[in-house]
Structure formats: C-alpha cells, structure tokens
C-alpha cells in the first residue's frame, strides 16, 4: 500500500512538473518576439551613414549655404572619461578657423556651464525595464551603460553610432597643432546636414548613371530620385537661377510600414509651389543629396491670413480644415494691433518667439495604435523662434528652434535642442510627411526681453530654455537609469510642464532675493520696464495657476524647483509616479489640453500668435490620413466636451474678487426673495423647531442633491465652460437654454420621481423664486468659471428655506 502510495504520488509530481513545464514553454512561446527599430531599419539605407558624404566639399556660396557657423558630427570617446567632453568631427567652421575643418577636435564645456553639467551629470545604470523596452524595438544609449556622463557624451552616446550631427557656437577656440578644443556654453543643436539649398522642383529624372531602385508607394510608376531643380535668385527674387540635377531619396519604410516621406508626386506639392529648403550634403559622386525639406512659404514672413480685433480672439478661428492634407498654412493672429501692417512691424530682424509645439496622429489604412482608446494623444514641446535674414534669398524668414523633451524611441529621436528640418523636416525621422503639426509662436515682449535691473540680468527665455536643456539632458540618460519612459505622471508633456513651472519659481526666487530689483521697481513704477515686468508676473501667476490646478504643488515637482533655485541644494532630483501626483497635476498629461490652454493664456494676455500647421506636407501617401491631436476620448466629441467640463467646473476656483462678486449675488437674491416671498405668502416662519439629527441629515443631504446634482446638470454640463473659448454670444444662449431646463425640471420632477413636491413646484411664485436663483447661480457660474460657488449659494438657499421658512411643510416633509 505505501509503494502504491508512493508509485502514485510521484506520477502525480511528474505530471505537475510536466503541466509546468509546458505552461512555461507555452508562456516564452507567447512571448512578444523582439522587435526591430526604426533606426535599425533606416540604417540600411546608405543616404543615412554619416561615411556616405566626404569629408571635403566643393559648393558654391550662392546657392549652398553652411546650417550654421560651426557644424559638425559628435564622436563618444572609446573609454569613459571624468570630464564631459566628446569628438567633433569639423564639417564646417567659422571663417577665423578654415584650417579645423575635416579635423576631429576635442569639444568641452567653458567653465560657466559647469552648474547645468554638474546637475545634469549621470552615472548610468541600466535598469530592468531597458531590457524590455529594447525588445520593443526602442533605442536606448547602450554605450553609456557604467560609465559617468554628461549633457555632451549623452548626446554623442545616444544612438548605437556615432551620427548626431550639429552646429554649435563654441565660446572660446583655443590650441593648435594637433590638440585644437571648443569650448561652449550652451547645448549643441541637432540639424539634419551640413548644408541647405532653396529650389523650386522641376521634373523628377530618370536614374542614368546609378542604379537606384527606391522602394515605392505606386505599383504602376515609380518615382526616381533625381530631381531637376531651379535655385532661387535674390536678385530678380524668382526661381530663375541655376539649374542643377540634386538627389531626393526615397526613405525606407518604418516597422509598421509607414514611409515617413515619399517623393511620390512630390513635385506637385501644394505647399512647395513657392520653393523648398533642401538640407543635406553631396555624395562621392558631387551629387547633393537632400535629407530634409521644408516649404518656403511656411517660415517666410508672409502669412496666409492676419486675423486682428475680435476674430483673432477665437481659439478656432486660425484652424484650417484638418482634411487639407498636403497643405502648409501661416495664420498671424493679433487682438492688440488695429490693421495687419501694424501686426507684421512687431516682427523685426533678430525678434525672438516662444514656440508651442504640438503634432496629431496617423489615420487612414495604416493608421497607427492608440495608446488610450478614442485619444489621439499628440505630443507637445517648447522652442524658440528668431527672426532672421536668410542668407541665400536675402529675405526674412523664421528660425526655429525645438527644445525637446522625449522618450526613448524606435526611430533614434535625441532629447535636447533641435532644429525645426531635424525634428519637423527630416525625410528619415521627422514628421513632416505623416503627421499634422502647428507651431504657435508666441511674441510677447514680457517673456521674449530680456530685464536689466542696474546690472542684474534676467531673461525669462534664457531661464526657460536652460531649464529644458537639463529636462532633455535627464531624459537622454533616464536620469541614470537608461530609461525615460511614457508613463501616466512622466511624459514628455508633463516634464515640459514641470520645466515652465520651475522657471516661474527660479524668477520669483531671484527676484525676492534681490533688494536691489525691488528698490528699482519701486524707484521707477512708470518705467516701460516696470510696466512689461508686471505683465511677467501677471503671466507667471496665470500660468502657475495652469499647472497647478488644485492648489498643491506636486511634491516632486517642489523639491526639484527648490533644488534649482538653491533653496535645497543639498537635496536630488526626484520624480514620483502615483495617483496623488496624477491628480495634482492633471491638466499636463494630454499634450492637446496642455496646448490649447497656454495658448489661450497667451492670447489672453495680449501677445501675437503666429500660427504654423502642416498636415503631412511633402509627396503623396493615399495610406494614411492626419489626425489632430485630441483631449482624453476626444474622438468621441460628446465624452471628452461632458468630462472637460465637469473637470475644469469642479477643479476651479475663484479668488478673493470672485468670491465677493459671489457673495453679493447671494445677497442681492436673499433680500429680493426674502420681499418677494413674504408679500406673496410664500415664505412663513417655520412653526416647530427641527431636532438636530434630522436638521444635519437635512444640511448633508441638500448639499449633494439638489445643490451640487442641479449644479452639475444644468450649469456645468450645458454651459460652456470659459477654458473652451466660445462667443460670449453662444454662452448667453446656452445660459439660456439651461435656465428654461431648469425651471421646467421642478414641475417635472414632481409629476415624476418626487410627487409630494407638486403643489409646491407648480406654484407660479416658486417657479419665479427657482428661476432667480437658476439666474443667480449662473452669473457666478460665469463670472468665475467655477461650480462651487453656484453650489454654494444654491445650497443655503434650499437649506434657509427648508429649516427656518416653512419649506419642510410645503413639501409635506414635517
């Protein structure tokens, strides 16, 4: 019996180990195969490698222009290092310094960066989740793991080679011979080449010399690559200038089979009917290859439409048709300047602009995955704008500069500054050609000068960008993790965020440090100085109150504010990833929401806006189709209009002037009821005092239904909440229709579900007393754009009325 026992009970263990092992086999069967990067497939393409263009190029100055004084490509040194610096490669150098280029130089920091490299420092170590998130195809900067790097080596070090290209303005040059080294001061810019042209596409050639066979979208006429072009003339200001053959290459198609540009009738473009920037370099064969595009009417100075006075107001009325695709469009918004002459003086040579970056998403047959159902979530970032003098056509054109803030990707897409042909325009990686993306470019005088306060210099722009350079150079290491990751409280739009709100808190601190500022600003009240420095601080409250919804700083967000402004140095960098912080900063985790509400912030508070939209700009791909950028659910509009505003009706809350309005509404309807209901009979003094279990139950209980139930259903929910920027207009109709709603609810609801209620809620002198208080509560529902104190009024209405005049007896509750 017991070896029968045993016999069997080992049976039993060999099946269990063998049902284990096959759930075990059939789970590493299941599990997602590794996926291949974007990168990793671009990289095929020769057009992409660096090695493809040598080092010495012939090009003429009067159609090729360098995209910057200094431009070369970052190089990783092959062993760690303790100080911060990297390789670079010359392609291009100022005019005091021919003999660097084709050298590769040492590259360092000036001793005045050293605070933003000291806190940008990271000793890299890979975490658990890099593994996973490399199987799911996305680049990590696999060189850095063990090794202490900065802002430098986590740039050159971020792709898996060395091909970051960039220009940067080296502060000092300094040695010779054979150890030269740049010094500088700021974070170099990414750009897609070394050199950009502006032409106008003639015909697309057939290949004769070369065998090149792109890959391509039609099955029947394959475009070539080689395109017959004409150069731009600043003299005559035409396309009557040479003619030249250059090479526009058909990249490669991505993971999911999406091209993220095609030169499929790329020649009939409508947005390159007035010219293309080209960007790249020339081949071994001297042919100029061009990586990147952008439409030269977009960034030219000359908008589509100037919308001044009331239209521009109107957070829709700059919107063309997303359905417009291939199409570019340039919008100058103004409610400030009377005439569009007088719109497009405030744009002068060297003007600076804040840039609000947002892109949409990919529809159509290749639509991609949604990572929220009914979301097309977009991404939001910041830049910079200047006004510059091209130097090829000799006009003013706009110079745009992204500071980004970005995951770790498929496609090889650095954190840090780059230029707008690099993000926006690269044919490779950019989104140029696959998704809508507006620029808003925001000139305000009170954020774009800088201050000067007997010697003490504050630029709020310069603050802004060193505070999103050390935002990008965190994400490029993961903060030492070698993961910067999506997540619902860490997002590119949610640190962004945070960096806005750390800049305020840095200017607050300097200024309430600084007796010397304030003395000037007391010593000179009607200085125009003075005057814009009110216009920050207004702006700065505005904006705080933007990010911080509630009230209640995010922990993380407060302690890494205090550490940059020095108020805790002794304490690091943290970021926390819960539902508290979730709550508390809200109104930053969807890019479009973040979008909209700064810019009408802005607007609101007198700047120009330029708007900048292009809705898959370069060839044609019947594949796909552009998706704006939607709230949470936005593309179902009822869902996200209903929880928009049952958000923003709940999470604001007026100040101390909307209050006091509040107050004297309340007081303005209490002695009218009051007179009104006792001449009618209406209100008695109530004849039996109530117990006081019974009277709370009765607080409690009114405070949810019927004062903040009625709130909710007929202010919040069908009138338009002053965040979604509608006519004062369309308001008043839909303050309208919600008070008739909520008239002919009582009567209602005492034929339905509250019948005792009926001989009162038919009463002609009740439904005037509910009328004024539904009049009542609106105005403060409008006035403040909050809920609460319409719930507030609302409730010791009902409550007044119900306990101390006779409302318990007229409904028959006594």
């Known amino acids: 019996m017991g070896r029968r026992w045993f016999q069997s009970f080992g049976q039993f263990i060999l099946l269990v180990c063998f049902a284990l092992g096959l759930a075990l086999l059939g789970q590493a069967q299941e599990k997602p195969p590794v996926q291949i990067s974007n990168y990793a497939i671009a990289q095929q393409a020769p057009f992409n490698q660096p090695n493809h263009y040598p080092l010495e190029q012939t090009i003429d100055p009067a159609l090729y222009q360098p995209v910057g004084d200094w431009v070369g490509r970052l190089i990783l040194p092959s062993t760690p290092q303790e100080q911060d610096w990297v390789w670079f490669e010359v392609y291009h150098s100022s005019s005091e310094h021919q003999e660097l280029m084709g050298q590769q130089v040492r590259l360092e920091w000036h001793s005045t960066a050293q605070p933003y490299v000291q806190a940008a420092t990271r000793v890299v170590d890979f975490s658990a989740a890099v593994a996973a998130s ?141 010219g293309w920037y080209v960007y790249g370099a020339k081949d071994a064969e001297g042919v100029f290859v061009g990586v990147a595009i952008a439409p ?205 709100y750390t800049t305020i808190k840095i200017i607050n601190e300097q200024i309430r440090q600084s007796p010397k500022i304030q003395a000037w600003l007391e010593a000179n009240p009607q200085h125009p100085q003075t005057e814009r420095f009110q216009e920050l601080v207004a702006l700065g409250n505005r904006l705080e109150r933007e990010l911080v919804p509630l009230g209640i700083v995010r922990p993380d967000w407060q302690q890494n504010a205090e550490v940059l402004a020095g108020i805790q140095p002794q304490r690091g960098f943290t970021n926390q990833d819960n539902i508290v912080t979730q709550i508390l900063s809200w109104r930053t985790i969807i890019p479009h929401v973040v979008h909209d509400q700064l810019t009408d912030i802005f607007r609101d508070s007198g700047a120009q806006l330029w708007f900048l939209q ?133 009567p209602l609801n005492a034929l339905t579900a509250y019948r005792r209620g009926a001989p009162t809620f038919f009463q002609p002198t009740f439904l005037i007393l509910a009328g004024l208080l539904g009049v009542a509560c609106t105005l403060t529902y409008v006035l403040t754009s909050s809920l609460w104190p319409g719930v507030l009024l609302h409730w010791l209405v009902v409550v007044v009325w119900l306990l101390r005049l006779g409302g318990l007896e007229r409904l028959g509750m006594q």
């Not at 918004?333 to 998403?361: I, P, R, Y």
Request: glycine share 8%.
């Open 296 to 500: 030269l009417s977009l960034l030219d100075l000359q908008p589509d439409r100037i919308l001044t006075g009331r239209p521009a107001a109107r957070r829709g009325a700059w919107k063309q048709a997303i359905s417009q695709k291939g199409t570019a469009h340039s919008v100058l918004t103004t409610t400030t300047a009377k005439n569009a002459e007088a719109a497009l003086k405030n744009w002068q040579l060297g003007d600076q602009a804040l840039v609000l970056h947002l892109f949409g998403g990919i529809g159509g047959q290749k639509a991609e995955a949604q990572s929220v159902i009914g979301t097309v979530t977009g991404h939001v970032a910041f830049g910079t704008a200047q006004v510059i003098r091209d130097p090829l056509t000799q006009a003013l054109r706009f110079d745009i500069q992204y500071q980004q803030i970005y995951s770790h990707n498929p496609d090889g897409i650095i954190a840090g500054p780059m230029h707008w042909s690099e993000y926006t325009g690269n044919l490779q990686r950019g989104w140029l050609g696959t998704r809508p993306v507006t620029d808003v470019l925001v000139n305000f005088p009170a954020i774009t000068e800088e201050y000067d306060f007997d010697g003490i210099i504050i630029s709020p722009m310069q603050e802004l960008k060193q505070q999103l350079q050390l935002m990008a150079a965190r994400y490029r290491t993961g903060d030492g993790t070698g993961a910067a990751l999506v997540t619902p409280a860490k997002s590119c739009a949610q640190d962004s965020s945070q960096a806005v």
């Open 134 to 274: 490399q199987r799911d195809g996305n680049i990590h900067p696999t060189r850095l793991s063990d090794r202490q790097v900065g802002p430098l080596q986590s740039l050159a070090g971020a792709r898996p080679n060395d091909d970051v290209l960039v220009t940067l303005d080296p502060t000092v040059v300094k040695g010779s011979g054979d150890q030269p080294t740049l010094e500088i001061a700021t974070d170099p810019v990414q750009v897609p080449g070394r050199y950009y042209t502006v032409v106008k596409i003639l015909t697309p050639l057939k290949a004769q010399s070369r065998d090149i066979s792109p890959p391509c979208l039609a099955q029947e006429s394959c475009p070539q690559e080689l395109f017959e072009v004409r150069h731009y003339n600043p003299t005559s200001q035409e396309f009557d200038g040479p003619q030249e053959v250059i090479r526009i290459p058909q990249v490669m198609a991505d993971r999911n089979g999406v091209y993220r540009s095609t030169i499929d009738q790329l020649k009939d473009s409508p947005a390159g009917e007035e």
């Open 614 to 746: 292009t809705n898959q700009v370069g060839g044609w791909d019947a594949s796909i189709a552009p998706l704006e950028a939607t709230e949470l659910l936005g593309q179902w509009p009822v869902i996200p209009r209903v929880f928009s505003r049952l958000i923003d009706a709940l999470t604001t809350f007026p100040d101390r002037w909307g209050w006091l309005l509040s107050g004297g509404i309340l007081l303005g309807y209490a002695l009218f009821a009051l007179w009104f209901g006792w001449r009618q009979g209406f209100l008695k003094q109530h004849s039996t005092p109530v117990k006081t279990k019974p009277a709370l139950a009765i607080v409690v209980g009114t405070f949810l239904t019927p004062a903040l139930f009625e709130e909710l259903l007929f202010r919040a929910l069908i009138i338009p909440h002053s965040y979604e920027d509608v006519w004062s207009q369309t308001t008043m109709l839909w303050a309208s229709i919600s008070l008739v709603l909520f008239i002919i609810y009582h």
